[in-house]
């Protein structure tokens, strides 16, 4: 139905940046029921948590944690969502998982297989 690919983690430095993206294919039908998207992330022993989101009317929520640094946007012409991650920390260290919905922004019904992003001190 819909598939989800994410590439664009790796290893960089603390204070440094990454931008991931996120590859949107399926069937027309399904993939244009899309409503909203986000990028989720879970460290070694935690639980997933949500780090940014954006809905079919383009309005954007970030995790605190996140704010100020991070800035999540997406290329309808290109079928593609983006992560861009600035001043990284260690902390920001975890797997990092495009998501999407076709109901609302509480319900990820696709997921991809996830992007490692690992930040050093």
């Known amino acids: 139905q819909v598939q989800l690919v994410e590439s664009g983690g790796g290893s960089v430095q603390a204070g440094g940046s990454l931008r991931l993206s996120c590859a949107v294919s399926?069937?027309?039908?399904?993939?244009?029921?899309?409503?909203?998207m986000g990028w989720f992330r879970q460290a070694p022993g935690k639980e997933r948590e949500g780090v940014a989101r954006?809905?079919?009317?383009?309005?954007?929520s970030y995790a605190d944690s996140v704010k100020g640094r991070f800035t999540i946007s997406q290329d309808n012409a290109k079928h593609t969502l983006y992560l861009q991650m600035n001043s990284l920390k260690p902390e920001d260290t975890a797997m990092y998982y495009c998501?999407?919905?076709?109901?609302?922004?509480?319900?990820?019904?696709?997921w991809g297989k996830g992007t490692l992003v690992t930040i050093s001190s």
């Open positions: 399926g069937y027309h039908y399904y993939t244009s029921l899309i409503y909203c």
């Open positions: 998501a999407a919905s076709t109901t609302n922004c509480y319900d990820m019904n696709y």
């Open positions: 954006i809905d079919g009317d383009g309005s954007t």
